[in-house]
C-alpha cells in the first residue's frame, strides 16, 4: 500500500540522518512502524489505532528497525 511504502521511505531516510548533542554525535536512529490501512484493516479510528499498534508491536518483536502491516491471519496479531 502507499501507506506502508511512505512509512519505509522515512525509515530509510532516517537511517541516514546523523544527529548530534553538543559534541557528541549519536548513534544511528532506527525507526519501527505498525500500518494498518482504511477501510481494510478497520472503519473506525480505533480499529486502526489497535491494529497499527499491533503491527508496531510486531515489528519491534521481529527486531525493531523495520515497518510492518497488520495482518489480521497473523496469530501474533490478534485482536483480544
Same mark, same amino acid.
Given at each position: !500500500? +502507499?501507506? $506502508?511504502?511512505?512509512? #519505509?521511505? @522515512?525509515?530509510? /531516510? &532516517?537511517? !541516514? &540522518? /546523523? @544527529?548530534?548533542?553538543?559534541?557528541?554525535? @549519536?548513534?544511528? %536512529?532506527?525507526?519501527?512502524?505498525?500500518?494498518?490501512?482504511?477501510? &481494510?484493516?478497520?472503519?473506525? $479510528? =480505533? #480499529?486502526?489505532?489497535?491494529?497499527? +499498534?499491533?503491527?508496531?508491536?510486531?515489528?519491534?518483536?521481529?527486531?525493531? =528497525?523495520? !515497518?510492518?502491516? $497488520?495482518?489480521?491471519?497473523?496469530?501474533?496479531? #490478534? %485482536?483480544?
Amino acid at each position: !500500500t +502507499d501507506s $506502508y511504502r511512505r512509512a #519505509e521511505q @522515512l525509515r530509510q /531516510q &532516517m537511517k !541516514t &540522518m /546523523q @544527529l548530534s548533542y553538543g559534541d557528541r554525535v @549519536l548513534g544511528p %536512529i532506527t525507526v519501527s512502524s505498525g500500518i494498518a490501512t482504511y477501510p &481494510m484493516h478497520g472503519s473506525t $479510528y =480505533d #480499529e486502526l489505532l489497535q491494529r497499527a +499498534d499491533l503491527a508496531l508491536y510486531r515489528a519491534k518483536q521481529e527486531g525493531r =528497525d523495520r !515497518t510492518i502491516a $497488520y495482518n489480521e491471519k497473523d496469530p501474533q496479531q #490478534e %485482536i483480544s
